[in-house]
């Protein structure tokens, strides 16, 4: 099967007929039909209905479409990248992240790169599966919550900070932190066992001998937060707030509570010295964010 021949395909369904995809793409109607046939002979499927006055694609022509589409799609951004490798040019780089850091973190940062910003697409995956998303070749780089598996190597961003979230009017809200030993007591709203934050909040506590009872578990940052605005209790997030609540910084013996942010890639990767120098910049902008919001 010919890329080119695929081309010829999605011109004809685009322009609804050979007569005027033959045009588009310079090829002699006879010689457009005949390769459309063989297309079909190879795959083994009849993709269009004949003989009604225009091509119509079959049950099969419309399930093979989008894979058509999807091969063309990669096969132009295959050209493109090696174009832009072969000049000495930077090429656009996927990311794979958690949705509270593309919210909070990545989104941002390509703000702040500007037009020669190299993050141009961004896929979210829950914390925990992010690394695997990238092995399979989801994203050019992942950041996650933990450190990568051996076979990839890593960087810390930085560290963001945990907070603790309520209403204004919750008894909470004049103080300037919260304690750790004051999550035990409280009535709380944590995330599920599979965000990042949850893992981070749990640890602490065990390593300060300290359990909580959850009123909440929510599997949504925004969920999480509505509750706590709806008095609910005091929900516990590294999300930046919203419907009015108010952050504290959750207090330890050795410091605030924080969740810290890998930026992770393929050492074989054909752009992984450009991957590490786009995370540098963004270890650099994380440092002056979460500065800015500690």
Do not use: N
């Not at 004949?50 to 063309?72: M, N, Q």
């Not at 963001?160 to 709203?189: F, K, N, Y």
């Not at 009123?215 to 419907?243: H, M, N, T």
């Amino acid at each position: 099967m010919e890329l080119r021949v695929l081309e010829y395909f999605l011109s004809v369904v685009d322009l609804g007929s050979v007569t005027a995809a033959s045009q588009e793409v310079h090829v002699t109607q006879p010689s457009l039909s005949r390769q459309i046939r063989q297309l079909e002979r190879e795959l083994g499927l009849t993709l269009f209905r004949r003989g009604e006055g225009a091509l119509r694609l079959t049950p099969a022509g419309r399930a093979f479409l989008p894979v058509a589409r999807d091969l063309i799609a990669r096969s132009r951004l295959a050209r493109d990248t090696a174009r832009s490798m072969a000049s000495g040019a930077g090429i656009p780089l996927t990311v794979i992240a958690p949705p509270t850091t593309v919210t909070d973190v990545v989104a941002p940062f390509v703000v702040a790169s500007g037009p020669a910003g190299q993050i141009v697409d961004v896929v979210e995956a829950s914390p925990h599966g992010v690394y695997a998303a990238l092995t399979i070749g989801q994203a050019d780089f992942a950041i996650g919550t933990r450190p990568p598996g051996s076979d990839l190597e890593y960087t810390v961003l930085g560290q963001a900070p945990v907070w603790a979230q309520m209403a204004p009017d919750h008894p909470w809200a004049g103080r300037e932190h919260v304690d750790l030993s004051d999550i035990s007591t409280g009535r709380v709203i944590v995330m599920d066992e599979l965000h990042g934050v949850r893992r981070v909040l749990d640890e602490a506590a065990a390593r300060a001998g300290l359990g909580y009872d959850a009123a909440y578990v929510a599997r949504a940052p925004a969920v999480a937060q509505a509750l706590a605005a709806a008095g609910k209790g005091v929900c516990i997030l590294s999300d930046d707030p919203r419907f009015g609540l108010r952050s504290l910084p959750i207090r330890l013996t050795d410091g605030p509570l924080h969740v810290t942010l890998f930026g992770a890639w393929d050492p074989t990767h054909y752009a992984a010295s450009q991957i590490r120098a786009c995370l540098d910049d963004l270890a650099g902008f994380c440092r002056g964010l979460f500065a800015a919001v500690g």
